[in-house]
């Protein structure tokens, strides 16, 4: 007899619907075809212990199971509720009648009990756009599948319900789902808080306006100044995700397994902060069956790399082109996938290698070479896509010790998507820039256009200071910003100002 039970397989973001056709006939032999990898083909083992501990058998016959499109390279052990089920249809033990009707996913164990799987969100949009009744899968991944509104979402906790529900029609819980209701209760539930920063007030707003921009931030300071804290609570203040936002955000989480379980949408920003000795490929993603890598896991979020030199420069190298385009493509010769990489940089460094460059009260000291050597390690390409560079000092412990509580997140919050409310305005007619930090050298001389008087303050920093070319462009889109959360239409001596204290890489003596 012949069945066919639908699961499916995700690649990129997207889910692609398998079909997989279960043939039982008189003799012996078990052939799994249609290109499954390892885990798909030890199945068989997990299947038979489950059916046999659950009062079914696994049947003596010739089992033929393809998995169409048979080109498709299929992956993971989510597939075993799939094949289990078909298996028991094709061999006459269960009726199921209807079964063509769901799409079905789960990893079994050798009790019958489902393990979670990876990517329950988008193969639930694919369910629902395929026009299938509903999706039977594991109660752990649910309410992420559950976000979907027009589909029937059971979860279930072991195989036996699913048995029961085709065979004696037994009826499963459905799940539904307040969406927007769930996001928007979540929206301010915010794990880290600015009040908890004492001191710090120039680079909380340094903060505040990287945040209102958009701009790409480093951090330079000795250790223990605060620099990873701040980093921290910079989602804290970043404008509330939008449900589309949160869709996308989640979209790629479900796909790596790095949902929370019984976790339906993200509605937070996610902070990302991978250790130096990362790989490029578990950066921007890659391998042999292409996965989405931090800088994906970050999108609509904040990347934070922690003492920047002392990643690899190849590493950093690869991070430019996505820095720029916002999203990532990776090419194999069978197929091509995009990942989203829509993210804020925030970078943080010693200023020397012994961390205490210019501290008179250190015992380390570093020589001009050793400094020189560290520093390169940051390319110049990299840096151009670095708007702000911030110095980070020690906290007094007169502020250390201070009982006032600082500003809190939700207040600085408010700022800040006030001045992204005005950028969205200003950039409603292009689709690919969305905040200052995204313009290009045409916006900027269209909207950061300069009085006289900044423009002469300006030219006289830059000779002063000795600033490179690099820091012009960049001076004019955090000055714009600056003068977005005044509320001010034009941009002013006091906000050139402003920006012209945050270009201290481009200072000579810092870069060479």
């Given amino acids: 007899m012949l069945v066919k039970v639908y699961g499916s397989a995700v690649f990129g973001v997207e889910a692609t619907t398998i079909t997989v056709e279960v043939n039982v006939v008189t003799g012996i032999g078990y052939h799994l075809v249609g290109l499954p990898d390892n885990a798909i083909k030890e199945s068989s083992f997990r299947i038979a212990a489950a059916l046999q501990n659950n009062s079914y058998k696994f049947p003596g016959k010739k089992i033929t199971i393809n998995m169409a499109p048979a080109d498709l390279r299929k992956e993971g052990s989510a597939y075993d509720l799939t094949l289990a089920l078909g298996i028991l249809a094709a061999s006459d033990q269960i009726k199921a009648i209807d079964i063509g009707d769901f799409l079905i996913m789960g990893e079994l164990s050798l009790d019958g009990s489902l393990q979670p799987i990876k ?24 309410k992420e599948a559950a976000i979907v509104s027009g589909l029937e979402v059971y979860g279930v906790s072991n195989i036996l319900e699913v048995i029961n529900y085709f065979d004696k029609g037994t009826p499963l819980e459905r799940t539904i789902i307040d969406t927007k209701k769930e996001f928007y209760n979540n929206l301010d539930h915010l794990e880290h808080d600015f009040a908890d920063v004492k001191g710090q007030e120039s680079i909380k707003r340094c903060m505040e306006i990287a945040a209102a921009g958009g701009h790409n931030i480093i951090l330079i300071g000795p250790p223990g100044a605060g620099k990873t804290m701040l980093a921290k609570r910079l989602p804290s203040i970043l404008p509330p995700m939008t449900l589309q936002e949160a869709l996308e955000t989640t979209k790629i989480h479900s796909v790596v397994g790095k949902l929370k379980e019984h976790v339906g949408l993200m509605s937070q920003r996610p902070f990302r902060s991978p250790h130096h000795t990362i790989s490029d490929v578990a950066l921007v993603g890659g391998g042999a069956y292409p996965q989405p890598g931090e800088i994906s896991l970050s999108h609509n979020g904040v990347l934070f790399l922690d003492e920047l030199p002392e990643f690899k420069r190849g590493v950093l190298e690869v991070m430019r082109q996505p820095l720029e385009d916002r999203e990532v493509t990776i090419s194999r010769a069978k197929f091509t996938v995009t990942y989203p990489s829509s993210f804020m940089l925030v970078a943080s460094m010693n200023p020397s290698p012994s961390g205490f460059f210019n501290d008179p009260g250190s015992p380390m000291s570093s020589s001009p070479g050793e400094m020189q050597r560290y520093l390169s390690k940051i390319s110049g390409p990299l840096l151009d896509r670095i708007d702000i560079h911030i110095e980070v000092t020690p906290v007094p412990f007169e502020k250390l010790s201070e009982e006032r509580t600082g500003e809190k997140s939700v207040d600085i919050r408010k700022r800040v998507t006030e001045a992204r409310q005005l950028q969205t305005e200003r950039f409603k007619d292009n689709e690919k820039v969305h905040y200052n930090a995204q313009m290009s050298v045409k916006q900027i001389s269209e909207y950061c256009k300069l009085e006289d008087s900044s423009k002469a303050l300006l030219k006289s920093a830059m000779e002063r200071l ?12 955090v000055s714009r910003t600056i003068a977005d959360l005044s509320e001010s239409e034009n941009i002013q001596g006091s906000h050139i100002s402003e920006a012209i204290q945050y270009r201290s890489l481009d200072r000579e003596g810092w870069l060479g």
């Avoid at 756009?129 to 039977?136: A, D, H, P, T």
């Fill in 119 to 142: 990517g329950a969100l988008p193969i639930a949009i694919k369910a629902k756009e395929e026009g299938y009744k509903g999706f039977i899968l594991p109660i752990q991944n649910v």
């Fill in 466 to 477: 000795n600033l490179s070319a690099r820091a012009y462009d960049r001076i004019l889109k």
